[in-house]
């Protein structure tokens, strides 16, 4: 439950949306997190999907989860410069003794 | 502001200096994690106490060590400290180990000289 990968860039225009990805290896994974990290700031409970679930729509956010690829994404609509910040995909066990994080993927929204 | 506080805000030390970084969780929570983040390595957990006993282990060295306190309040003790060591040191509470959503504290920057 060690290995969550981001890519570490996305730079997008202001509306457009944007789409980031997160591979994880666990497959016993029971949450999957996304996390938003302003500059300065801890980090930020954004949304979560349980592992049974496909899909979650939150406002403009949407999280994707396909299992078998061990694979999330996390889609934001009409992006705004506001959303500049470091998002973090993160995973926990059954237990939630132990998260997860991944490196983080730098969103840099322009106007 | 998450209700999670951390002190010191900064801290600046030498090379096999020790220090202890504080943490106070919301209040309410019972559970407290601590993370390291460095620019090389992103985010790992580091040690979870629940109820002032260990839980689980991360990637923690053994120069490190935590301990959390009756009144929950937690602390991270870093020992021997090396330039490697300089990071951003989060703690996060939650109510109980099966709650799935944690609360980060502001982090507390090391930088060691």
């Known amino acids: 439950g060690e290995d969550v990968e981001q890519s570490l860039f996305l730079s997008v225009r202001e509306g457009d949306s944007s789409v980031i990805n997160c591979t994880y290896t666990d497959s016993s994974s029971t949450y999957l997190y996304w996390y938003k990290q302003e500059p300065g700031a801890g980090l930020q409970l954004l949304t979560y999907?349980?592992?049974?679930?496909d899909m979650k729509q939150d406002q403009r956010l949407t999280v994707l989860l396909n299992k078998k690829d061990k694979h999330l994404s996390l889609r934001i609509a009409d992006t705004q410069t506001g959303d500049s910040a470091i998002y973090f995909c993160a995973e926990t066990l059954y237990n939630f003794n132990k998260f997860y994080f991944g490196s983080g993927t730098k969103l840099n929204v322009k106007p | 502001d998450s209700g999670v506080t951390q002190t010191p805000k900064h801290l600046i030390t030498a090379t096999g200096q020790r220090v202890t970084l504080r943490c106070s969780p919301r209040?309410?929570?019972?559970?407290v994690y601590w993370y390291q983040q460095s620019l090389d390595q992103g985010l790992q957990f580091l040690i979870h106490?629940?109820?002032?006993?260990?839980?689980a282990k991360g990637n923690i060295l053994e120069r490190f060590s935590a301990q959390q306190f009756p009144d929950l309040h937690s602390e991270l003790n870093l020992s021997s400290l090396e330039l490697g060591d300089s990071a951003l040191y989060f703690c996060?509470?939650?109510?109980?180990?099966?709650?799935?959503?944690?609360?980060f504290g502001p982090g507390t920057r090391l930088t060691v000289l």
């Open positions: 106490y629940y109820n002032g006993e260990e839980r």
């Open positions: 209040s309410g929570d019972l559970s």
């Open positions: 996060a509470s939650s109510v109980d180990p099966t709650s799935n959503e944690q609360f």
């Open positions: 999907i349980f592992s049974n679930m």
